[in-house]
């Protein structure tokens, strides 16, 4: 598997804001996956896309994904504190000797109230 | 069904000692990984088990650290002779082997060596 490198590496906005966040990857995939990181603990899955997927919602989420640009964006709608969190993403490939996910350093978001 | 369940969740070691961490998967989820989190640091993969595959062990930092799966469920990772180091959150996650390979996370170990 290869490492996503996330950006940018912190984010502060507004409660009621939007907040992007981006992922950059170097070779092909079978999906991207978004984890969420509460203070230092366990990583929560966020949502998955597959290559032949362009976009996918979920909830206040939505993800792009654009393979032509090895690129992913997370956007996180109407954000609330309780978004505060880091934010991660992961690169997946079938074909990968690996099964472990790499993960980057993250996107620290803070949601101001 | 429950999720992923580690323990102990804290655990304070004296330089020297040896300590073991456990990780309860979900069950029938035939993947395990063990990752560590330094302070303010990303994920860095330890090892991982896949169904009876030998585990892949790349990702240890040194022969002090082992794990083991026993009847491919429950894990423990060992850490013998701790040093300060190795303080660090220990986390634990399991998933379905398959291409989707989404992870499920426990709440981690958080080792403090001192």
């Known amino acids: 598997s290869q490492q996503g490198e996330e950006d940018p590496q912190a984010l502060s906005i507004q409660e009621g804001e939007n907040a992007t966040m981006n992922c950059s990857y170097k070779t092909s995939i079978n999906n991207l996956q978004w984890y969420r990181q509460n203070s230092g603990r366990g990583l929560v899955h966020l949502i998955l896309i597959r290559s032949n997927e362009r976009e996918k919602h979920s909830g206040r989420l939505r993800v792009t994904l654009d393979t032509s640009k090895k690129s992913s964006s997370l956007l996180i709608t109407a954000s609330r504190a309780a978004d505060t969190a880091s934010y991660f993403c992961a690169p997946w490939n079938y074909g990968g000797s690996q099964g472990n996910l790499i993960f980057g350093k993250g996107t620290k978001l803070s949601v101001k109230p | 069904g429950a999720g992923v369940s580690q323990s102990p969740s804290n655990k304070v070691t004296e330089k020297g000692k040896d300590v073991e961490l456990r990780c309860d998967p979900i069950s029938g989820h035939t993947a395990l990984y063990w990752y560590r989190q330094s302070l303010g640091q990303g994920l860095e993969f330890l090892i991982y088990f896949q169904g009876n595959s030998a585990p892949d062990k790349s990702g240890l930092p040194s022969d002090r650290f082992s794990a083991e799966r026993t009847g491919g469920s429950v894990s423990t990772l060992t850490i013998q002779r701790t040093q300060q180091e190795d303080s660090a959150v220990y986390l634990c996650?399991?998933?379905?082997?398959?291409?989707?390979?989404?992870?499920?996370f426990g709440p981690g170990t958080r080792l403090t060596v001192t």
């Open positions: 996650a399991s998933s379905l082997w398959g291409t989707s390979h989404e992870q499920y």
